[in-house]
């Protein structure tokens, strides 16, 4: 697996495409900078909410000087206070990963994604974090206004070699993930749906708004091989010698079983899902996945 | 033309065959594994196989299989038997002589004595008879003639261990044996070392005309062997314990470098001394031990080395007999002197080793014979022929004599014609004879070598009788009109001396003389020693078993136990280690240990061509009255059939290069995914 410059995958074309769109989120959030997210505190915003009585301590540039000449009396000027979220792109580097039956593997494929999810959430002003799902911990980019190059390189520096499940890894993440924010997911999901709901389920216990991108490549969709063929499992490296026209329609009924067990689990932890295949084009999916949420509106 | 196999066992690895099938079913679509992300899927699913055992690849499994084959028909050795059955006939003997000497337990390489045999049988053509011959050092017939060839493979199972010296001469005369009777010529297949010490020797063997002897060579591991060929005893002097220093020598046939071995001194068990000795290659290497005490009883010697291959010779055995005295037994004329042998009795009753215990008896029994280490014929003769027999034998067997000639001898003019003959009175002589020519080196006159020949010239003998030595006796001293006075050698395997000096004072001063003392202790003494025990016998060796033991049982070193009929009798040993002699029953304290070691020459593990043993045959069958023929260009014209395995190993690498060719055509065993989906380890990732 070869490295590339982090901004190959911010094709331009790509953005402007989903220019259009705005990344609303559904969660209102502790920030520190503007944005266009809405919050329920007022604070340093552009958006007036209120006047209030001068306390002692108040910060004297805040001071209405009109409304005191006008009634001379100090009031403060509130705004409603508008934050960044936080938004964490989590890209599954299992060996799984590592396959594709077209130009790109799904590694390839859900990295390009990430990366242009977080130039736009950048573009809207949120802040931008990265952690690779299974991979070094030291890799993690926590997420900050400025961090758009590091996330991106470190993105680039991923590889999928890593072994560890899915779930597993989504488990270990709910302690070390800080401030409460949207986590995006991208990951072939090659685990137990159950484990996998559980760890949703812990995430948004923690107020993780989660999203969920299953990366599907059409070849381990469709299973189109045939003949006798031996098969090496990418994570295992164990092997199967299977007659691929007799198991083909028994493999392709599992698939969409779990495929369907993963979206159940995953909107029962209060997490959404999308299935996105590797054959279809990224703008696509990104449009399809922003609308779908703009629908959703405000959670709390 | 039937084919046949020289080793068919090798035929077993047919079932190899198998191995490419096998390897064809489980790897053909595993010669490039496709990655797939997870098989979680796929291995929850039930899975059938029998598509999977189908053959796709037919040529390539054949040719495969015909490498093998033939590679199997290589090391079996094929022949054809057209030839053979016109020389042998279908219905003629096999003699399967096995070699079971000791040299036949070092490590083989390949296939064993027992897998040759096995294959021998499994070639012979139906209708062909076969008998079962062991050999060492003696042979003995294992099956008679038979066409029953099961039953000749379950006698493999009766051959007993190795054990014993090679003797070739011992075999090829017992399969002679059983070949002589035979209306066709018939064949001897030899399984063995084919150890260069055992070449023909004895009486030459003489095989039938028209004999085929076919060798069949085990190989052992490494001809590199190193042994104890013998250890000398050296007694100490002085003390009232037994001591002695110990000296062993080693040789070590064949190796390339210096070799670093442990040499170990064992007495009765205990190990009293190690030595650390490097021995180069064909060469040997003495190791001395200090002086080492022993018990009054029976001492077990034992000489071991760190093991090698060949471990029948890695260690030697000695027995030191217990301190025991000379038995006497004093043969006198029924119409002796007291005063006559009054000197001798008392010559003998003074000092110690020996210690002589003298039983004087005017007629000679043979029972006498059992336990007495000395006979003493003191001037008589045997009053029987058949007595006269009974003695020879005994001094054959291994007993001692001597005769002291006087006038009684003289007058009948005969002893024992094994002793001396023409016995009579000497000249009438003025003056005293004088002893001259005394041989003191002999070491019959050890005891009196201090004296020296001065001595004897002190001597005043007025009167003597005139003998002549029997053939094997050395004169070794004369009376100065060189009439002998003293004659010592031995007689098969026992010892004789005939003196003519008069042991009483009628015929001198002899007795009065400080020599005689010494001069009797020494002739009866070295006498004696033939009885004395050796320090270790050689295995082929026969040992005569004393009378007097009622019912002689000798026990071997591995435990076997063999009684002697009749109870007299000789044993022959076969095994290297401590035989134990028993009366009646096998337990207890043994009336005798005896050691047994095998023959130096059977540590020389060098080989002699199959050609040598045939040659031999040859010139020993040519000097054969009958004009038995040498079987060697049969055998030759037999070993040029068998050269068809080179052929058939051409033909391997014939078609292992077809098989290379045909299995690297590169589409073999690869599955690929359909043209919509290329295989992905071959993307441009």
Redesign the interface.
């Known amino acids: ?2 490295t590339v410059a982090p901004t190959a995958f911010l094709d331009p074309a790509l953005l402007a495409g989903i220019g259009d769109l705005e990344l609303l989120a559904r969660t209102v959030v502790d920030g520190f900078l503007h944005g266009v997210h809405r919050s329920r505190r007022t604070g340093l915003s552009l958006d007036f909410a209120e006047h209030r009585l001068y306390q002692p301590g108040d910060d004297l540039r805040r001071i209405d000087w009109r409304l005191y000449a006008r009634t001379d009396r100090f009031y403060m000027k509130t705004y409603e206070a508008e934050t960044n979220a936080d938004l964490r792109v989590a890209l599954d580097v299992s060996r ?2 590592d ?3 077209g ?4 590694f ?1 494929w859900a990295r390009a994604l990430l990366a242009s999810l977080a130039w736009l959430a950048r573009r809207q002003g949120d802040r931008v974090g990265y952690i690779p799902l299974g991979g070094p911990t030291t890799e993690i980019v926590p997420p900050a206004a400025r961090h758009l190059p590091l996330v991106l390189q470190a993105m680039a520096r991923s590889v999928p070699d890593g072994t560890m499940p899915v779930a597993e890894a989504l488990e270990g993440l709910a302690p070390v993930v800080g401030r409460a924010g949207m986590l995006v997911i991208a990951s ?1 999901c ?1 685990d137990a749906p159950e484990r996998m709901q559980h760890a949703i389920g812990a995430l948004r216990a923690r107020g993780h708004d989660v999203m969920l991108f299953h990366i599907v ?4 969709r469709d299973f ?13 490296t ?7 026209s ?2 083909a329609p ?2 392709r009924q ?2 969409a079983a ?1 495929g369907e067990a993963v979206e159940r689990g995953t909107g029962s932890a209060g997490g959404d899902y999308l299935r996105v295949a590797g054959d279809e084009p990224l703008d696509r999916a990104l449009r399809t996945w922003l609308t779908h949420r703009g629908k959703q509106g405000v959670r709390r | 033309m039937p084919l046949g196999f020289l080793v068919p066992a090798f035929l077993v690895g047919l079932v190899a065959i198998g191995v490419p099938l096998l390897l064809h079913l489980r790897r053909r ?2 010669q490039r ?13 039930p ?2 196989t029998q ?2 055992r189908r053959i796709t690849d037919w040529p390539l499994l054949l040719l495969r299989a015909l490498v093998i084959l033939l590679l199997v028909a290589a090391f079996a050795r094929p022949f054809l038997r057209s030839g053979e059955a016109s020389e042998t006939g279908a219905a003629g003997l096999t003699v399967l002589l096995l070699d079971r000497s000791a040299s036949m337990a070092a490590d083989e390489i390949g296939m064993s004595w027992h897998d040759f045999a096995l294959a021998v049988l499994g070639a012979l053509p139906s209708g062909r008879r076969v008998a079962v011959v062991t050999f060492d050092a003696d042979a003995t017939v294992l099956l008679a003639p038979t066409g029953d060839i099961a039953a000749a493979r379950a006698s493999l199972d009766q051959v007993p261990a190795p054990g014993g010296p090679t003797r070739f001469g011992a075999g090829l005369r017992a399969a002679a044996g059983l070949l002589a009777g035979e209306s066709v010529p018939g064949e001897v297949v030899l399984v063995s070392d084919m150890q260069q010490s055992g070449r023909a020797s004895g009486a030459p063997p003489a095989l039938p005309a028209g004999t085929v002897v076919r060798s069949v060579v085990v190989e052992p591991a490494s001809r590199d062997n190193t042994g104890v060929v013998a250890v000398d005893v050296e007694p100490v002097p002085g003390g009232t314990l037994r001591r002695a220093v110990i000296e062993a020598r080693l040789a070590r046939s064949g190796g390339d470098s210096a070799r670093q071995t442990t040499v170990a001194l064992l007495v009765d068990g205990r190990e009293l001394a190690t030595r650390e000795v490097t021995v180069p290659p064909d060469a040997g290497a003495r190791v001395r031990f200090d002086t080492v005490e022993f018990a009054r009883s029976d001492a077990r010697l034992e000489v071991q080395l760190t093991p090698d291959r060949f471990t029948a010779d890695d260690r030697f055995v000695g027995v030191i007999p217990a301190l025991a005295p000379t038995r006497v037994v004093l043969v006198v004329p029924t119409d002796v002197r007291t005063d006559e042998v009054r000197y001798l009795e008392s010559a003998l009753k003074i000092g110690s080793d020996p210690t002589f215990v003298v039983q004087r008896t005017t007629r000679l029994d043979p029972h006498m014979l059992d336990d007495a280490s000395v006979i003493v014929l003191f001037d008589v003769g045997m009053p029987t022929a058949a007595l006269e027999a009974t003695l020879e034998s005994w001094l054959q067997g291994g007993g001692g004599i001597v005769a002291l000639i006087g006038d009684r001898l003289a007058r009948r003019g005969t002893l024992v014609a094994s002793l001396a003959t023409d016995l009579g009175r000497a000249p009438e002589r003025r003056e005293p004879a004088v002893l001259g020519g005394v041989v003191l080196s002999h070491p019959a006159l050890e005891p009196v070598r201090e004296a020296g020949a001065a001595g004897f010239a002190q001597l005043h003998i007025r009167r003597y009788t005139r003998f002549t030595p029997a053939a094997g006796l050395t004169v070794l001293a004369r009376f100065d009109d060189d009439l002998p006075a003293l004659a010592a050698g031995t007689v098969g395997q026992g010892r004789a001396v005939v003196s003519a000096i008069p042991p009483d004072l009628a015929g001198g001063d002899f007795p009065l003389q400080p020599l005689f003392l010494p001069y009797m202790r020494g002739i009866l003494g070295w006498a004696a020693s033939a009885t004395v025990r050796p320090l270790a016998h050689l295995a082929g060796e026969s040992w005569t078993v004393p009378g007097s033991v009622g019912a002689p049982v000798v026990r071997g070193p591995d435990g076997s136990s063999t009684r002697i009929a009749g109870g007299r009798g000789a044993v022959t040993f076969r095994l290297g280690g401590f035989h134990e002699l028993h009366n009646g029953r096998v337990d207890g304290v043994p009336l005798a240990t005896l050691a047994v070691n095998l023959p130096p020459a059977e540590s020389d593990l060098t080989p002699m061509s199959p050609d040598e043993l045939l040659l031999g045959v040859t010139e020993l069958a040519a000097t054969d009255a009958t004009g038995d023929l040498a079987p060697v260009e049969v055998a030759r014209a037999r070993e040029a059939r068998q050269a068809n395995w080179r052929w058939v190993l051409l033909a391997v690498i014939a078609a292992l290069i077809g098989e290379a060719v045909l299995a690297s055509r590169g589409w073999r065993g690869i ?4 043209a ?3 295989d ?1 380890q071959g ?3």
Do not use: C, Q, W
Not at chain 1, 103 to 106: E, F, G, S, Y
């Open positions: 697996m070869h799984s990963m396959f594709g039956s130009p790109l593997t799904k390839a072939d090659y490549d059409p070849a381990e189109p091989y045939e003949g006798a063929l031996t098969l090496a499992d990418l994570e295992t164990s092997r199967l010698a299977v007659d691929s007799e198991i028994a493999y599992a698939f779990h | 679509d595993r594994p496709m990655p797939f992300p997870s098989l979680m899927f796929l291995s929850r699913l899975i059938r598509r999977r599955a690929p995914p359909s919509r989906y290329p992905p993307d441009a990732r």
